[in-house]
């Protein structure tokens, strides 16, 4: 079987696929499938959270690492869950309850701005290199680029915003809108405006790595240093 490349970067959606299909879009959809026939709304993300759980045991056995993707869906559904007992199903705050585990993780990446390494960077690496050492040294390497630290500090930044901005839009919708119609439209715009960033971020990481490594040929300096990984097709991962 020949092997083909990766490289380090911005992970590619055909390596993020299965932690999107198994930790996020199936336990939504099972959701919204079994919400009607349950008695109420803790039953049914309990059961829509029972695959995103399986999936993280998976893939920690698999890999000895928490899925990204499949961990931070099982901790809004967990959260629902507690929201839900705790205020006795109140349809307002079980409509916004996503809008606040999203507002909180645009806050924590927008705090993460301070730091040497934005959020983006450390959940990039964890998603395009995985555990295995030889990716994760060739993905450090991207902070050698000269644009590297404002690249992420970029990315990070319009995560966060972005991620506030939806909240906020969301809660908007709740406001406005009865149950029913919400419940059709807020998966909408959560995939515009999640789909919009995870465009946006292979765009600008493609452009800024294409600056910088311009900027070290003029130097004689080779990037990355430590090659590209070689890996089989079944286990290829190939930034877009």
């Known amino acids: 079987m020949a092997d083909k490349e990766w490289e380090p970067g911005a992970p590619s ?3 993020m696929a299965p932690s999107t299909i198994f930790g996020a879009a199936i336990p939504l959809a099972v959701y919204y499938v079994v919400r009607p026939h349950v008695g109420g709304d803790a039953p049914a993300l ?6 995103p759980a399986a999936w993280v045991v ?11 993707i499949g961990s931070i869906t099982l901790f809004g559904f967990i959260a629902g869950i507690i929201a839900s007992v705790a205020l006795g199903g109140n349809a307002f705050v079980l409509k916004v309850r996503d809008s606040a585990f999203t507002a909180l993780f645009g806050v924590i990446c927008l705090t993460t701005l301070r730091m040497h390494k934005p959020l983006m960077f450390h959940l990039g690496k964890a998603l395009s290199a995985g555990d295995d050492p030889e990716k994760r040294s060739a993905y450090d390497e991207l902070f050698e680029l000269p644009t590297a630290r404002r690249t992420f500090l970029i990315i990070t930044g319009v995560w966060g915003i972005g991620l506030i901005i939806e909240a906020s839009a969301r809660v908007l919708l ?3 809108l009865p149950t029913g119609p919400f419940l059709a439209v807020s998966p909408i715009l959560g995939g515009a405006f999640f789909g919009g960033l ?3 971020t292979l765009w600008y990481s493609k452009l800024a790595r294409s600056r910088g490594e311009a900027l070290l040929a003029d130097s004689g300096i080779e990037f990355p240093s430590v090659g590209k990984a070689q890996l089989p097709d079944a286990a290829v991962v190939v930034a877009d």
């Open 58 to 68: 998976v893939e920690w056995i698999r890999k000895r690492t928490l899925d990204a």
């Open 198 to 200: 995870f465009v946006f």
């Open 13 to 15: 959606l055909r390596a």
């Open 46 to 51: 309990m059961i829509a959270g029972a695959i």
């Open 174 to 176: 709740a406001i406005t």
